[in-house]
């Protein structure tokens, strides 16, 4: 069964360094979103993915985030100068319409010290 | 608002008997309610999904049901079992967007 991926599955980074989250999402899939998840809190959107351009995106995604699909499988997320409160679990999903049932990667726990 | 609200937060059940998480949402015209289950360390894996055409839908041990109406739906869970024992989280689609909006969640504790 196809499954969206996530690499890597743990960063520690510097507060102050940039980091690149990477996903591929299933291949189908048209839809793509990012989403996080402090420890023990709920899962919380980011931002959201179609026809090449962002959809929607939370007021966490400020302007130290940016996301892109560089090629057709590949879905990114950037953090341009990370700071402490930017530590949290870090899910990518697709969806294959809208409206349709998401599915989440395995995520990549964000450590930043 | 913007806002799913998910009760209760903790949940222990015997062994073999049911458990039963509700959430309730802001948007009447939401139209897709998934429940996703979450193992410690591990991805939201959807368990169970109903669309507001209908008011049930049942997957073996685990059934949701809908009150648009009320604006609230439920998960249930028979007969539990210690593999049970994880989070799980409402979701819905609120005021046209595709994204979802998490409930806060409820740690379900199945007891030997």
């Known amino acids: 069964e196809p499954e969206v991926t996530q690499t890597p599955s743990h960063q520690v980074t510097q507060m102050g360094q940039e980091v690149i989250l990477r996903c591929v999402p299933i291949?189908?899939?048209?839809?793509f979103y990012w989403y996080r998840q402090i420890l023990g809190q709920k899962v919380e959107f980011l931002v959201s993915?179609?026809?090449?351009?962002?959809?929607?995106k939370s007021e966490i995604f400020d302007d130290q985030f940016s996301v892109e699909r560089p090629d057709g499988s590949n879905f990114t997320l950037k953090i341009r100068s990370t700071k402490l409160e930017d530590s949290a679990m870090y899910f990518c999903a697709s969806q294959f319409t809208d409206y349709a049932e998401q599915y989440f990667g395995p995520g990549t726990r964000l450590t930043v010290t | 608002g913007e806002n799913v609200e998910q009760h209760p937060s903790t949940l222990s059940v015997q062994e073999g008997d049911s458990a039963v998480i509700k959430c309730t949402y802001s948007d009447s015209a939401s139209n897709y309610f998934p429940w996703y289950k979450q193992e410690l360390g591990k991805r939201p894996q959807l368990i169970i999904d109903?669309?507001?055409?209908?008011g049930e839908k049942k997957d073996q041990r685990i059934a949701v049901t809908l009150n648009k109406t009320a604006k609230h739906f439920s998960l249930h869970i028979t007969e539990t079992q210690p593999e049970d024992s994880a989070v799980y989280f409402c979701a819905a689609p609120l005021f046209g967007n595709e994204k979802l909006t998490f409930g806060t969640g409820t740690r379900l504790t199945i007891i030997p």
């Open positions: 109903i669309r507001s055409n209908v």
């Open positions: 993915f179609y026809n090449n351009e962002i959809s929607e």
């Open positions: 291949s189908n899939h048209l839809y």
